[in-house]
């Protein structure tokens, strides 16, 4: 048996040991030891493989199965500048503390920096990104060996695991020639441990406690007591035990909640619809400054948010990672776990009556001026958030579509688990890993998977629909808001009047191509809906499975962008004459 066949066969082994149920494959020739003994493997049903012929798709796909189940998938490639794809999911999984594995196969080093094909310098290509590197020596027939091999993998899983600061570990393989064969016996035994446990078992235990948060306000000041006037600011967190606390401490204080839709948080007592939208109204935000805002998991989606945030006498900022989040510099205590509800606190009706009453008119303002007989938008993410399955999960792309989740239809996913890549906020990547989140409610027996984003976002992703017919179709239902081109521009600074020369040439770009078409060029089931009934029954009948689920591509044609920024802009106004009476 040849060492790389030999090395292959141990680091699958080694891999289904430790817990590795999803390989996510890009074909190639260096990578072919591994890919061989993975379809193997699959064949025994020993994990499951998914072949992607493009690196990028394949990386966010096995993203979103480790956002998905907590279990690190591992992705393989082979070598040259398919390794270098893999970097808009490596920062993403970083940023968003995803465990994720990253196999890369390599020319050996006699081979690097003298101009041979498909070379290049994969030594930390990833760079801090990652939380371990690997570059494996060259596979030679000694004793050790199959230690040495089984000890790499059962560590990087276990890295890439860690329970306060888990993400992406990369291990480089260079193989020599070559690269298959068959038969032979290998000089030591391939074997792992007994039983079929992993190399390495991690044992450390390492959690955070809670305490109450009156005895922390002596961290602030002494004499300090735990405010009347204080909010809490949820954004994306991967803590369960953070949704019921937020819950427990906003009903005992008497403190709103204003939450992104990734922090799930839609179902607690005190959560406020519209509270970016309120908070987006300047006057409304300086006459309603916290004495002491909360922040829990990673905030930043809202720039009037951040502001609140910043005008607050005291911030505590609650995050486990190393890199906790804090964006505005402005936290006075990290936590690494929610507070407790305080003994004894301070209770002011009044603060949080003005907050309802707010949100309250700013409901009503949104349902005056929100449009009957146009879709935009604003209206599709809350046909969407309302008809996801309570079993399901939504899945949120980056710009318009998650803000208008925000801002719009926050509360109506209750039941559902809401998801994004809110690391870097990026639109790369979205289908994709929407696509590996399918995947691992399929395995798990969950419900479907709905992902809603621009078309933007879709077609620079669209790549993720080129799955091969022999795979397990997934049950996803993919919404495109299509207003041709990049929306959310439309909202922000360079949307003026001033810009509008050069506005989209370089920032709407209009591309003017059909998604739908593009879906169906890839054998996708789609359909192109124009009003708010003809989604809902789109979506109805995706969701039926009545002709057994698979993907479905729903085209939502939205107003154009000028519009719908014009609405959201009489919104705001309008939003501002109700809550602060002019």
């Known amino acids: 048996m040849e060492a790389s066949t030999a090395q292959a066969k141990v680091m699958v082994d080694e891999l289904i040991r430790c817990g590795v149920t999803d390989v996510v494959l890009a074909p190639g020739s260096r990578s072919a030891p591994l890919a061989l003994e993975l379809a193997a493997a699959s064949d025994r049903l020993d994990l499951r493989l998914h072949v992607r012929i493009d690196e990028r798709v394949a990386?966010?796909?096995?993203?979103?199965?480790?956002?998905?189940?907590?279990?690190?998938?591992?992705?393989i490639t082979t070598s040259g500048t398919s390794v270098a794809n893999l970097m808009p999911a490596v920062i993403e999984a970083n940023l968003s503390f995803v465990p994720l594995l990253l196999v890369t196969a390599d020319r050996p080093p006699a081979l690097r920096g003298v101009g041979a094909n498909q070379t290049i310098n994969q030594v930390n290509i990833f760079g801090g990104y990652v939380r371990d590197f690997v570059d494996m020596s060259v596979a030679a027939p000694v004793e050790g060996q199959v230690a040495y091999w089984r000890s790499v993998v059962a560590r990087a899983v276990s890295i890439a695991t860690d329970s306060m600061h888990p993400g992406p570990v990369h291990i480089n393989v260079p193989f020599s020639m070559p690269l298959v064969s068959e038969g032979g016996d290998w000089v030591e035994s391939l074997a792992g441990r007994p039983d079929g446990r992993p190399w390495v078992a991690d044992a450390r235990l390492m959690a955070g406690m809670s305490t109450p948060l009156?005895?922390?306000?002596?961290?602030?000041?002494?004499?300090?007591?735990?405010?009347?006037?204080?909010?809490?600011?949820?954004?994306?967190?991967?803590?369960?035990?953070?949704?019921?606390l937020v819950d427990e401490l906003s009903e005992a204080t008497g403190w709103p909640i204003i939450a992104e839709p990734s922090a799930n948080v839609g179902a607690a007592g005190l959560i406020l619809s519209h509270g970016s939208l309120i908070v987006a109204d300047q006057e409304f935000r300086e006459t309603h400054a916290p004495e002491l805002?909360?922040?829990?998991?990673?905030?930043?989606?809202?720039?009037?948010?951040?502001?609140?945030?910043?005008?607050?006498?005291?911030?505590?900022?609650?995050?486990?990672?190393?890199?906790?989040?804090?964006?505005?510099?402005?936290?006075?205590?990290?936590?690494?776990?929610?507070?407790?509800?305080?003994?004894?606190?301070?209770?002011?009706?009044e603060w949080l009556e003005a907050w309802q009453r707010a949100d309250v008119l700013a409901a009503a303002a949104v349902e005056t001026v929100l449009p009957k007989d146009e879709l935009t938008g604003m209206q599709v993410a809350r046909i969407v958030t309302r008809m996801v399955p309570e079993a399901g999960t939504l899945f949120l792309g980056a710009s318009s579509a998650v803000r208008h989740v925000a801002s719009f239809a926050l509360n109506s996913v209750t039941d559902a688990m809401v998801m994004?890549?809110?690391?870097?906020?990026?639109?790369?990547?979205?289908?994709?890993?929407?696509?590996?989140?399918?995947?691992?409610?399929?395995?798990?027996?969950?419900?479907?998977?709905?992902?809603?984003?621009?078309?933007?976002?879709?077609?620079?992703?669209?790549?993720?629909?080129?799955?091969?017919?022999?795979?397990?179709?997934?049950?996803?239902?993919?919404?495109?808001?299509?207003?041709?081109?990049?929306?959310?521009?439309?909202?922000?600074?360079?949307?003026?009047?001033?810009?509008?020369?050069?506005?989209?040439?370089?920032?709407?770009?209009?591309?003017?191509?059909?998604?739908?078409?593009?879906?169906?060029a890839m054998r996708v089931n789609s359909v192109t809906v124009n009003s708010e009934d003809e989604l809902a029954e789109a979506l109805d009948t995706a969701l039926d499975n009545?002709?057994?689920?698979?993907?479905?591509?729903?085209?939502?044609?939205?107003?154009?962008?000028?519009?719908?920024?014009?609405?959201?802009?009489?919104?705001?106004?309008?939003?501002h004459e109700a809550a602060t009476g002019g």
């Open 59 to 75: 990386g966010f796909v096995a993203l979103g199965i480790g956002k998905a189940t907590g279990i690190p998938a591992a992705v």
């Open 214 to 244: 009156d005895e922390l306000m002596s961290f602030l000041d002494e004499e300090t007591i735990v405010p009347a006037r204080g909010l809490i600011v949820v954004g994306d967190h991967n803590d369960p035990d953070a949704i019921d």
């Open 293 to 349: 805002v909360i922040t829990v998991g990673n905030i930043g989606l809202s720039r009037s948010v951040l502001a609140l945030v910043q005008s607050a006498q005291f911030h505590i900022a609650v995050d486990s990672h190393t890199h906790f989040s804090d964006p505005t510099r402005s936290a006075d205590l990290v936590l690494s776990a929610v507070p407790m509800p305080p003994e004894e606190c301070e209770i002011e009706p």
């Open 420 to 520: 994004g890549n809110r690391g870097t906020s990026g639109i790369d990547g979205c289908l994709s890993t929407a696509f590996g989140v399918a995947i691992a409610a399929q395995a798990q027996g969950d419900g479907a998977v709905v992902a809603l984003l621009g078309d933007q976002a879709f077609l620079y992703d669209s790549n993720a629909l080129l799955v091969p017919p022999r795979e397990q179709s997934v049950n996803l239902v993919v919404v495109v808001l299509d207003n041709n081109g990049g929306g959310i521009f439309s909202t922000l600074e360079q949307g003026r009047p001033e810009y509008a020369k050069y506005f989209d040439q370089v920032f709407g770009v209009p591309l003017d191509i059909d998604p739908g078409a593009v879906s169906a």
């Open 546 to 575: 009545k002709d057994g689920g698979g993907v479905h591509v729903i085209v939502a044609r939205v107003c154009s962008r000028e519009r719908e920024a014009l609405i959201l802009k009489t919104i705001g106004e309008a939003v």
